[in-house]
């Protein structure tokens, strides 16, 4: 066991105590399964936001160039000229 000290607002620590009592009951390590829970469940959604990003930048952009209307051959033409404009300004500064 690993042991964290903290510090906190004092009506949340409050709120924090009630609930704990409320959820694992009135006893000596009510704190602890009430924090070790709360930690458990914060790490998991951080590890699914990761896995949601992984999944890959097609997966985040899908959709957002449907309204394009113009080829993807074109497209990637006007985005090169564009980094070379970018990339000639950079080296200009």
């Not at 699914?48 to 985040?60: C, D, F, L, V």
């Not at 006007?78 to 200009?92: G, I, V």
């Amino acid at each position: 066991m690993v042991s964290f000290k903290i510090q906190i607002d004092e009506k949340l620590a409050k709120c924090f105590r009630e609930t704990a009592v409320k959820m694992f009951g009135y006893s000596k390590e009510t704190i602890n399964k009430a924090a070790e829970a709360c930690i458990r469940n914060w790490v998991d959604g951080i590890e699914e936001i990761e896995k949601q990003r992984i999944k890959g930048p097609i997966t985040a952009i899908d959709g957002l160039l449907a309204d394009i209307n113009i080829g993807s051959v074109e497209l990637q033409h006007k985005m090169k000229d564009m980094w070379t404009e970018m990339a000639k300004k950079n080296e200009s500064h």
